[in-house]
């Protein structure tokens, strides 16, 4: 059985993501203030919200593999494994290259057990 996030957890949360969002917004060319957002957004369960920012951000730096690789683990919180593969995929081709960080990161947990997994992480090195 889960339990409820404690209230005071919540709003601190949402400060977070409020402040977060005053940064960006007071410095739009400061991609990494967006970043910041995307995962205080992530973090306080506001995926979708999340998600927009990751895909801006995937807009306005396509060369990006890190961004790539935060856009990829948005769609698979979302459970959107066709997404989180393709944009995985872009991550590993602009040149994402933590095998380690991929095996370990809980974001992609969904991901592990599609037949997709497999091929993707043989890419890279153990």
């Known amino acids: 059985m889960s339990r409820r996030p404690d209230p005071l957890d919540e709003l601190g949360l949402d400060f977070e993501v409020a402040l977060s969002r005053e940064h960006a917004r007071a410095h739009p060319d400061d991609l990494e203030a967006l970043r910041a957002l995307a995962y205080a957004c992530t973090g306080a369960g506001r995926l979708t919200e ?30 959107r494994p066709d997404e989180a593969f393709v944009e995985l995929g872009k991550a590993l081709d602009l040149g994402f ?24 992480r043989r890419r890279l090195k153990p």
Do not use: I, M, N
């Open 50 to 79: 999340a998600l927009e920012v990751d895909r801006e951000l995937c807009a306005r730096a396509p060369e990006r593999a890190d961004f790539r690789y935060d856009l990829a683990c948005s769609y698979a919180l979302l459970k």
């Open 97 to 120: 290259d933590d095998g380690t960080h991929l095996d370990e990161d809980p974001d992609l947990h969904v991901l592990r057990k599609d037949p997709r997994w497999a091929p993707l």
